[in-house]
């Protein structure tokens, strides 16, 4: 072991790690969506996750009014969404319709599921953290749906062996674990 950079440290740990569309709305009420990487569960009873989101982003400002979101687990076909939902944006572009994602209306929340995603959470939020320059908001699972033909779900990745890679941008891959298909 030797002392390294945070930069280094991160570069060996960061990936893979999964990655998800959250949807919530402004206060307006039109829909947003954005690609999250940073989620995870938080409790089993009750079921509640936490999802990490930039303080200047648009989704922040949205999530705060609302009170609520919906994490929707996007399948390989929703590579290329979740590259451009990723975009910094002020919510003057309809994601939706330029990616494809089909909507439903949920049981508890305004915020839309994606139904061309192979899981939807509905989240109303219980508490959320200031944690530097992104907010962590804990939202308590409301209702849950699955998709009757999921995909496998998409991974954030790096350069490493064993992942196929879908769709990149930048410094930003998206992919699926190699599946060795047996002869």
Known sequence: MKKSSFKAGMDLWRTPEKVVLVTSINEQGKPQVISVG????????????????????????????????????????????VIGCGE???GEE????????????????????????????????????KSG???????????TWVNEKPLPNLL?????????VLAEAGLYKIGVVKREIPS
């Open 88 to 90: 910094p944006g002020q």
């Open 133 to 143: 320059d992104h907010t962590i908001f804990v939202g308590k699972v409301m209702n």
């Open 38 to 81: 940073w989620n995870m569960r938080v409790s089993f009873d009750p079921p509640m996750f936490a999802i990490a989101v930039g303080n200047s982003r648009y989704m922040y400002k949205c999530i705060n009014f609302s009170k609520e979101f919906v994490i929707s687990v996007p399948g390989t076909d929703l590579a290329d969404a």
């Open 94 to 129: 309809d994601r939706f319709k330029k990616y494809g994602l089909k909507t439903k209306q949920g049981d508890y929340c305004k915020s839309p599921l994606i139904e061309n995603c192979i899981a939807n959470f509905e989240c109303l939020v219980k508490d959320h953290v």
């Open 156 to 164: 954030m990745i790096g350069d490493e062996p064993g992942y196929d």
